[in-house]
């Protein structure tokens, strides 16, 4: 009896060495794709910090343009045209081709919710996007107290397209400098509202030959001098 007591209590050490094992694997794969994530969304971060310094300069010339140059498939450099001031063109080709080298790290990957961010085929509106733009444009409304107020900047307006082609989760961000926060809202709610009231369907965002769904990240420029107007987008 004693030996099989003996026996018996060895068995439990192994299994208990095993669980703590199993336990230390579990959690340290579990930092891991907390780094990861943490990672992702860093560069997400400064993807869109990038994208609001490109369209601060760019709103003002428009006549803007771009091209990618690649080399044995890697970007080179990028020729920025429709840019009068050199200072303002070497700045804007500078934050392009970083966005783009930050786009291509993040490519496939999603983030916690299981959302790509850079898909190997971006979804597209069915309608075409210069189409979605235009409806998005006629819907716009210039919220008369931001304009009164003078509150005026670029509104992004993000949203999810989902593995069925329809657009979920609509929200917005800004880097609209104002000590008006109710109006900036204002700004905020008239972008999104836009954007929701177009019915559009999508063709989804495709990775490894699969739908998924993908973020998509419209931005609208609103200047209390002029019209709102939907800036390029930059790919």
Known sequence: MKRYQTIFSKALQTVSVFMLLMAGSLTAS?????????????????????????????TTYPDFNYEYVYKDGKLQKVIVTGIDDSKDKDQVAKLIYNYRTEKDQMRNFSNRMGIF?????DAKP?????????????????????????VEGTVYVKFIVDRDGDV?????????????????????????????SVDAHWYPAMVDGRVVDS???????????KDPVLPALIR
């Not at 961010?117 to 085929?121: I, K, Q, S, V």
């Not at 880097?175 to 999104?192: G, T, Y």
């Open 30 to 58: 579990a930092q891991h794709k907390d780094m990861k994530y943490d990672k992702l969304e860093n560069i997400e971060d400064q993807i869109e910090s990038d994208l609001a310094n490109i369209y601060d300069i760019t």
């Open 117 to 121: 961010y850079a898909p190997d085929l």
């Open 126 to 150: 069915e309608m075409g996007y210069s189409n979605f733009r235009n409806k998005v444009k006629s819907n716009l409304t210039y919220p008369d107290a931001s304009k009164n107020y003078g």
């Open 168 to 196: 979920d989760y609509v929200t917005a961000d800004q880097d609209i400098n104002s000590p008006f926060k109710q109006r900036v809202d204002q700004l905020e709610n008239a972008a999104i509202s836009a954007v929701k």
């Open 215 to 225: 973020w998509i990240v419209l931005p609208v420029k609103f200047d209390f001098k």
